[in-house]
Structure formats: C-alpha cells, structure tokens
C-alpha cells in the first residue's frame, strides 16, 4: 500500500508538471528558451521513480500472493489425507484435484492481482481527485458526475459474475473428473468399444462449459463498452462545462484543460480494470467457497491420544454391526470372536459375506454402528490409531502400486536396505520375476502397477507388508491371482513371518486359511461356522462344500 501510494502521487504530479508546461509554453513572455527542457527532465523524474515503485509494487503483492497460494495447497492437501474413506467414496478424484488446482489458483489471482487494483484503483481515485479539486471544484464534480452511474452498473454486473462464475467452476469439475475416470479405466473403455460414447460425454460436457463460460465473458464484455462510454462523457464534460467556465473567467489557467484531460485519462485505466477486477474477486469468491466446503468438513475418523502404542495380547469383535451409509447394505450383524496374540485367525465366505469389512473396521477406516472392538480391553476408538496402523501389515484385496520403482513401493513403509527389499520379495515369492526384469529392482511399474500382472502387483504388496516387519499383520484376498504352487510357497513365508505375531488371512479360497489356528465362515454377514479346518470338515457344512468344491475345480 505503501508502493501504491507513492507510485501514484509521483505519476499523478505530472499532471501538474504539464499545466504548468502549458501555461508556460501558451505565454510566450514568461517563458524561458531552456524551460522546455526543465519539464521535460521534470516528467522523466517523476516516471522513472514512479515506474520504480509500481515494479517494487507488483514485486511485493505478486511474490506474495505466490507464498500464499503454495500455503493454501499445502493446507488442502494436508487436510485432504485428514479425511476418512468415506468422504472419498463422496467425492470424485477430478473435483479434489481441480479445487486444489483451478481454485487456488483463482483465489491467488485475488490476493494478488485483484487486491494489488483494488488498492491501486482506490489510491488512484482518491489522488486524482485531490489534485482535481485543488485546480477547480465545480469542474471536478462535472467531471465525476457520470460515475455513479458507473457505480450501480458495477454493482449489477458484478452479481451477474459472481453468480455465473460458480456455475463455470462445477462445470471445469465435471470435465476433470470424467477424464480423469477415463485414463484410470482406459483399458476397460477400450475392451467394451465405448471409446466414442465417452468422447460423446466428454464433448457434451465440454460443450456445457462453453456456453456457460460464454455467458460470462458476454457479461464481462458489456462492461468495458458502457465504461468507455463514462469516460467519454467526463471528457465532453471538460471540453464543454470547462470551456464555458474559462470564458466567463471562473478558470483562469489554461493549462487546467490538459491537466483535466491527463487525470481524466489516469482515471480511464483504474475504471476500466475495474471489471476485470471484479470477475477475478467473483471467481475468487466461488473458488473460495468451493474450497471451505473441503477444508471444513471434519474427518470422522480421528486419533483420540498421541499415547505410546503397545501391541495387544488379545483383539476382540464384540457383536459387531456395521451397515454401509452409501448402499445401505449391512455387511456385519452381530459378529464375536477373539484373536489371542500369536494366533492366526482364517475368514472366509463368499463375495459380499462382509470378509474385507472386518479388516477395514480393525484399520479403523470406518467406526462400528453398533458393538465394540476392543485391544486388550479398550475400545478401538480410543487407540493411538497411528501407532495401531504403524504396527500392522495390510494387505488390502484391491493392490494399488505407486508409479514408482519396485524397491521404492517395497520399502514404502520406511527406509530399508536393498538386502532387505531383496528378502522380502523372495518371501513374497517374487524375487525371480523381478530378476527377470531388465532394471530388475529399479523397474518403473506404470500408474497402479499397470505394467505387471495381478499376481506380480499382489506379491510386491505382500513383500511391502513383510518388510515392515509388523505385530500384526491381514491379508485380504491377497493371493486370489497366483496359482496353487506360488500360493503354497507364499503361505509357507507368511507362517514363518507371522510366527509369535497375530494374523488374520481373509480368503474366498480354502487352501489360504486352511492352517490358521482358527477359522470363521461368514454368510450374508453372520457367522455361520467356526473351527479348525479339521473340525469344519468334520461338521460337514458350508465350509465343507466349499472345500469339495474348491478341491473338485483343482483336480
């Protein structure tokens, strides 16, 4: 505010510089043969340091609106991976992306360029009209009488901005989340041929925002017009209100005319900025409002004590319901067991039985709607949850590998040794394949693992799960992509891994959870069966049908 204001006293003083240039050089008796060149030097002065200032200016405002918008999306984002698994399952990938993208950047035009004009227009306005009253009142006010009505014009288009601009943000957010979803699922598109019918939905809603971004830059383009309009009205009121006042003598210094006409002019940029201005502080406004609905919603899942976390003795589901808000479907009802330190706990059932809800309900992705799950007698919700999550291995049914290196998603966890990156993946029974790879370890693997098949992406996370070397450890339908010979050998490593440790091994296949110390059957969320695998087969039940059959299909 500061450069501001001395920007525009030195750029406004010029006007004075050439009134009394004119006098000067319209009374051939006062002037002097080198006076000429005093104005000039005058005029240069007062622009080179008013230059100064307006760059030391837009240096300040510019420099710091940058530091604001790397703060903002540091905020979103770190507020983003506050947030529990249901707000992702709200929100698509292309809104998050383009509120932490698009919007801070609308909102950095605001605390940078907009602020900058607002001030500088209000700076301006207010030297202009000084340095103007000074000379003459009664020409002043003439001058500034069509800028009420400017005023209202302002307040009219500025609404109008505002409202539209928002329906342009929704828009943009709706383009980025359909491409997004098309590039994660490309190979899908491709395998069905829908690659037209998504180009069609693309093109409609491209089609979309460009009638509502035409709205708006009709809007904003009806503004500069009307405003040239104003200032050709303040200049007709110069010549003509001010001609008649200099012949009836009320203005006696001819070198008002240029100097009016100069301020006048010094006012046209403020004004005509004026719009601009106000579609930045509009978009700002909407992009904004658009980010507080992410930063102010509250995660439901929150770490209760930063307390020191020692791994339980004992894990305990105490009838447990749990329903999905989104579908509605119950996925647990009632469900009990105990897991002892040590000890490995087998679930199976079939898809939809509520198998991979008991994993994510321990990781406490989401809370129980009724019931308890207790460690060591204490309710889960009152765990330090980064020290439980610290502690645990989790390898979820849906693999996700980073675009990243196969020794970099390994050692994911933490920083491991390459002796320690290559043991877990022998124990993960995919050391030979990463052998076989050109760069071996240093591999690129594309975007969620693309470039390897479902098995060598199940194994790498099976590996990232044993070098953390964790008390406790579940796997979720890990190994449903491998053959019955890598699965014997990858079973074999986690019983040596999890020896002394908990485990829970979640499968749909019998051979996986065969040798675990205790084993529950799950149907539409129930427990219908529990045992070891001698005393299932014994019962002759569901777990016995799904053994035949699963031994009928091997065979």
Not at 19 to 41: E, R, V
Not at 71 to 84: V, W
Not at 352 to 373: A, C, E, H, Y
Request: proline fraction near 3%; charge should be positive.
């Amino acid at each position: 505010m500061v450069f501001i204001l001395i920007s525009n006293v030195l750029l406004i003083s010029q006007g004075v510089v050439i009134k009394n240039a004119t006098n000067c050089f319209t009374s051939p008796q006062a002037a002097g043969k080198n006076d000429y060149i005093m104005y000039a030097l005058q005029l240069l002065g007062l622009t080179v340091f008013s230059g100064l200032f307006m760059f030391l200016k837009r240096q300040t405002i510019i420099v710091v609106s940058r530091l604001i918008e790397y703060d903002l999306k540091n905020e979103i984002y770190a507020h983003y991976q506050l947030l529990d698994l249901n707000f992702y399952k709200r929100n698509s990938t292309g809104d998050l992306m383009n509120r932490i993208s698009e919007d801070v950047g609308r909102v950095r035009m605001y605390v940078g360029p907009a602020v900058m004009y607002i001030v500088d227009t209000i700076v301006t306005i207010t030297t202009v009209v000084i340095f103007m009253w000074h000379e003459s009142p009664q020409l002043t006010l003439l001058v500034l009488a069509p800028l009420p009505i400017l005023s209202v014009m302002i307040f009219y288009v500025s609404n109008a901005i505002g409202k539209r601009s928002t329906k342009v943000q929704e828009a943009l957010s709706n383009i980025t989340s359909i491409a997004q979803e098309t590039f994660s699922g490309i190979r899908v598109v491709k395998a069905y041929n829908k690659v037209n019918h998504f180009y069609d939905t693309l093109f409609n809603k491209a089609e979309e925002y460009k009638q509502k971004n035409l709205a708006l830059a009709k809007t904003e383009a009806a503004f500069q017009p009307f405003l040239a309009f104003m200032v050709g009205l303040s200049m007709l009121c110069i010549i003509f209100f001010g001609g008649r006042m200099y012949a009836a003598g009320e203005i006696t210094s001819v070198g008002n005319f240029p100097q009016f006409v100069f301020y006048v002019t010094k006012l046209t940029f403020p004004f005509a900025m004026l719009g601009w201005v106000l579609s930045l502080v509009q978009r700002a406004a909407a992009s904004q409002k658009r980010i507080n609905e992410f930063l102010q919603t509250k995660p439901e899942i929150v770490n209760p004590t930063e307390a020191a976390f020692k791994m339980p003795s004992k894990i305990e589901f105490k009838n447990v319901t749990y329903t999905y808000p989104d579908t509605g479907i119950t996925a647990l009802n009632n469900v009990s067991f105990t897991i002892e330190h040590g000890k490995t706990l087998g679930i199976i059932g079939k898809s939809g039985s509520g198998k991979t809800t008991i994993g994510q309900l321990l990781m406490r992705f989401m809370d129980v709607n009724s019931g308890s799950i207790l460690i060591d007698n204490k309710e889960l919700k009152n765990i330090n949850l980064k020290g439980l999550r610290e502690h645990t291995g989790y390898v979820q049914q849906d693999v996700f590998l980073f675009s990243d290196t196969i020794s970099n998603n390994i050692a994911f966890a933490g920083d491991f040794k390459p002796e320690a990156i290559a043991e877990a993946a022998k124990e993960a029974a995919v050391y030979d394949n990463i052998e076989s790879f050109p760069a071996k370890f240093e591999t690129i693997v594309g975007e969620r693992g693309i470039t390897l098949s479902g098995g060598q992406k199940q194994r790498i996370s099976i590996a990232r799960a044993i070098i953390k070397n964790p008390s406790l450890f579940i796997f979720d339908d890990c190994l449903s992509a491998v053959d019955s010979d890598t699965e014997q050998q990858i079973l074999s490593s986690i019983k040596k891994v999890t020896k002394e440790k908990t485990g829970i091994i979640i499968s749909h296949r019998v051979s996986s959870i065969q040798n675990a110390d205790e084993i529950i059957v799950l149907t539409k969320g129930e427990i219908i069966e529990r045992g070891t695998h001698t005393q299932l087969i014994a019962l002759k039940g569901e777990y016995y049908n799904l053994y035949q059959k699963q031994k009928l299909a091997e065979n």
